[in-house]
T-cell receptor, first 111, second 116 residues
């Protein structure tokens, strides 16, 4: 079945440093979504990418969809303590006609 | 803001007891998902419904888990009998899915289940 892998599993940064998480799929994706889950909270939708090579920005967050539509990345510039949480990518599982979530990257930001 | 409502927020019970978790999806959403989250397995899709019809429950242990959607405002997930390995956070999510596209999923706060 389809697999969506994320690296790294965990990253600890100093406030102000940049952060990047990578998402790789075993199959070509028609689109990819990103979610953020704060500690003790629930996943919250951030963005969806659809086009090959697409880049979208939300303030300090930059999302990219690979040219082959098999990978994606989320880059945070100048992290803040409010960025703490786990970031998940999710791609459509055509077999189950639902989303398959990646394993997530947990970000810890040291003030 | 519209939100997905899950009850109970926390549940602690003994092994062998029946557990029922409830979810009220966002009004107008036609798809409801049940997920289980653990440290080891991450976020797993258990089952989902579209327009109240079950579309996929392949992620659920069939012998003890059951999911239903008796009406458009209520989805339930039951475990009977419960086992310690069922301890996890169970999330319900809803979304509006039109055609073959994927739309954002809106998650509830989850039910934190502990089976002793």
């Amino acid at each position: 079945g389809q697999q969506v892998m994320q690296i790294p599993q965990y990253q600890h940064v100093q406030e102000g440093e940049d952060f990047t998480t990578y998402c790789n799929s075993s199959t070509t994706l028609s689109n990819i979504q990103w979610y953020k889950q704060r500690p003790g909270g629930h996943p919250v939708f951030l963005i969806q990418l659809v086009k090959s090579g697409e880049v979208k920005k939300q303030k300090r967050l930059t999302f990219q969809f690979g040219e082959a539509k098999k990978n994606s990345s989320l880059h945070i510039t100048a992290t803040q303590t409010t960025d703490v949480g786990t970031y998940f990518c999710a791609g459509p599982d055509t077999g189950r006609r639902a989303l398959t979530f990646g394993s997530g990257t947990r970000l810890q930001v040291q003030p | 803001d519209a939100r997905v409502t899950q009850t109970p927020r926390h549940k602690v019970t003994e092994m062998g007891q029946e557990v029922t978790m409830r979810c009220q999806p966002i009004l107008g959403h036609n798809t409801v998902f049940w997920y289980r989250q653990t440290m080891m397995q991450g976020l797993e899709l258990l089952a989902y419904f579209r327009n109240r019809a079950p579309l996929d429950d392949s992620g659920m242990p069939k012998d003890r888990f059951s999911a239903e959607m008796p009406d458009a405002t209520l989805a339930t997930l039951k475990i009977q009998p419960s086992e310690p390995r069922d301890s996890a956070v169970y999330f319900c999510a809803s979304g509006l899915v039109l055609g073959r596209g994927n739309q954002p999923q809106h998650f509830g706060d989850g039910t934190r289940l502990s089976i002793l």
